[in-house]
């Protein structure tokens, strides 16, 4: 049995977090500040409508495309994995795959998500602060509005992250089909999120500077 990296033991300690009965009661009565003032009152529920946009920009946006651009791109200078060749045709092998997990783990969150009411859209936070707001990015990776604007973990995006990772494996090379490499990319999934929550934190406030210079 291969050894655990530490992305693994980081995906288990995080599951083994998430559904402790301490933290989804925390979650659901003792919020932070900085979380709990970034969901208005009364909360704008989400439309049929709007969970298909989310999908489709999810999926399809401009982020999701350049980020796929970039893994795509790392992995065939890396020749990772070897199956598919260090070459443009490689490129491209790596790119459709990622955009089809994309595509199933946002299927997957939407179809979940709307059993219960739970809100895929990233809620910015109030405050000012750097640090707060990258703390409220981070919290905004586990929890999510349901309709009536209370935050509760989000257990339809666990179940898009993780799942879409293993139903890949059906269509991935050998090397990269297995558990592991399954529990690696939920992982990095997660991570993934928080990079485009703070993108989505920060954004505005960029482009309003840069709009702004002469």
Do not use: C
């Amino acid at each position: 049995m291969r050894t655990l990296t530490f992305v693994h033991a980081m995906l288990l300690g995080l599951v083994l977090h998430l559904f402790n009965p301490g933290f989804v009661v925390a979650q659901n009565t003792a919020r932070t500040d900085h979380v709990a003032t970034a969901v208005k009152s009364p909360y704008p529920a989400i439309s049929d409508a709007e969970r298909l946009r989310w999908a489709i920009d999810s999926t399809i946006g401009a982020k999701s495309l350049g980020a796929g651009i970039v893994i795509a791109a790392w992995r065939t200078a890396n020749n990772n994995p070897e199956e598919y060749g260090p070459h443009w045709e490689g490129f491209a092998k790596r790119y459709g795959i990622r955009i089809a997990g994309v595509a199933t783990g946002n299927a997957i969150e939407v179809e979940v998500g709307n059993l219960w009411g739970e809100d895929p859209r990233y809620v910015r936070s109030a405050e000012y602060r750097t640090l707060p707001r990258l703390r409220h990015a981070a919290a905004m990776v586990f929890i999510a509005p349901r309709a009536d604007g209370h935050l509760a973990p989000s257990y339809a995006r666990y179940t898009g992250i993780v799942g879409s990772n293993f139903i890949s494996n059906s269509w991935r090379a050998k090397s990269e089909n297995g558990i592991n490499a399954a529990l690696t990319r939920s992982a990095l999934g997660f991570l993934g999120k928080f990079a485009s929550n703070v993108i989505d934190e920060f954004w505005q406030d960029i482009n309003s500077k840069v709009r702004k210079r002469p």
